[in-house]
């Protein structure tokens, strides 16, 4: 063949790598397999576990159908008996929210469980295509191009939020107008949430459509502890950024003349920066959860920052990596103050604020109704993030942590800290505990400093790409577990898995377990709580006992590409490994493995 053909050949999906990874066998826990060897779908079982969140008691005003179907009880897969499975129902699937690896291996699960009995309908464009009605039947053949290949193009993904009666009443017309048994809604926790209020509103209207959830983020945010350790997308996610700062560790250890600010995804958890540090040992690390236990404000994490940086200088090392999580200024206190007063009164005056023409006006509009504090610490953000603090919201009223340069914003901030210290070395320099200990010669070595810095932000990289055979077999699973799920009449549950050390447990969680009552742009909203880095667990305490060495030293590593073949491939997270006190992480079970391709 010649060149020419042999580069054309690879588009549309068919690199060397893909053709390859498409074949690769993927694990399929016990409870999906018949005597025959074959894939079926499961049963489940209630086990003796329930799981209620803090607020149970609007949770019950709110979802009185789910809570009185589901007793709030976990429920567990076992190995269906060998009479025919379930056959002529129809079960629709959507994306929603960012996209993250595995979600195609999703697909491919949900298709194995329906086998050729069931038919499966793929949802466009996510919610938005639900609304519309935007179905299509996907095909066996769809699912063996899709299989172990990354991204969520093949539906495609959107962040609509279902919120408004007429929404409802567009949602029960389309599982009508489709003769839907079934309902999979693959997202994070706002959309985990709307596929509670759906199922709760078809319910209500006695409209038999099984709804379950799918935990998707690559943030990690969607778990449930001990039943459901991290939601699908973040291995991925963490190996592909710890590859890219295993690097930049490596290039500024080799260049030495850049310190680089890596801002790292992850809109509200810094779970990604934890997993991130932990394979990569960085020289700093800030944890958005432990700034704000500890009450500092952005003036001390700027201080955090240039110590170490001056001390590592004092070593002759004037160059590292620092990792800056992606939501951190809503856990800076002061930040955190002045985000919840504008929410407020952005809610309080949505109407008058958009109907001013210019950014500066509404400026000036909101600057009264803020505390002196706020107002001030507001007049001194850079426009860009006042103005994404003021305008941006998305359809679930989160800021757009995302566009916000905060890794930049702590860059101008140490620099003018520095030129600060150079300038009045007295303050800085000497005994005292604030003082960074240093000679004379020293002191003059530092005036010498000049801040050479790279700035990066790292997430969109992390979610489309082809899962890590962890996800792969993740998300394979939680396909067959939403599509057993179906099957088994049960609604307004989200599929899970965990143990993934010891061949994987498959459950079912009522999704209302999970929600909680939380303020979002002044108003109460139901949401499923977030899961964040908890600093008493064991993953933040081997980090905290570390950090100190990382920063002293040039201690880093770089752990290099994912691999589908070689010693990292059977590697899970490791926080997930630590938290949840698997004796290793470098070879997850997840049962017995098979070439699914074909299924
Ligand atoms: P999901 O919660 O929908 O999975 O999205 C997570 C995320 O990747 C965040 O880390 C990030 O803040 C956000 O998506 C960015 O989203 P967008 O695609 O709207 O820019």
Known sequence: MDLFNKVSRTAGKHSPLE?????????????????????????FRETGMTITCKRCDRIAEVF???????????LEAFAADQSEPVKGKRVAVLFSGG????????????????????TLLGIKQGPKGLLKGDLFEIKKEDIRSIIN????????????????????????????????????????DDSNTNAAFIAEYLEARGINCSVIGVPKTIDGDMAAGKYLPISFGFDTATKI?????????QDAASAVKYYHFV??????????????????KPAITLISEEISEKNMSLDSIVNYIVRIITLRRMKGINHGVILVPEGLVEFIPEMRRLIAELNKALAEYETDIADLPSLENKREFLLPHLTAESAQLMASLPPDLQEMLILDRDDHGNVKVSQIETEKLLIDKIRYRISEMKRHTDRFFGDGEEKIPATPEQVEDFKKVTLATQSHFLGYEGRSSKPTKFDAAFTFQLGLAAGSLVLAGKTG?????????????????????????????????????KSLVELQSPSFTIFAQNRDKWAKEDFFSSPGAIQYWGPTSNQMPIIVALDQGYPYFDNFDLGEEKLVTAE
């Open 19 to 43: 053709e390859e990874i498409r074949k690769l066998p993927i694990p399929v826990n016990s409870v999906f397999l018949g005597k025959d060897g074959r894939i079926r779908p499961a049963d």
């Open 64 to 74: 009185p159908k789910m809570i009185s179907r589901s007793g709030s009880v976990v």
């Open 99 to 118: 996209p993250a690896a595995g979600g195609h291996n999703v697909l491919a699960g949900l298709s194995a469980a329906l086998g050729s009995g069931n």
């Open 149 to 188: 290949i990354g991204g969520f193009d093949f539906l495609g993904t959107d962040r609509t939020k279902i919120k408004t009666p007429d929404q409802f009443e567009k949602v029960r017309q389309t599982v009508v107008n489709n003769r839907l048994d079934g309902l999979v809604v693959i997202g994070g």
């Open 241 to 249: 950024f710890s590859e890219l700062v295993g690097n930049l560790n």
């Open 263 to 280: 801002k790292l995804m992850g809109r509200t958890a810094s779970k990604i920066t934890l997993e991130v540090a932990l394979q990569t």
């Open 493 to 529: 549950y989200m599929a899970a898995l965990t143990d993934f050390d010891r061949g994987g447990r498959v459950l079912g969680l009522p999704l209302t377990g999970l929600i909680t009552a939380e303020m979002r742009k002044g108003k109460e909203e139901f949401v499923i709580e």
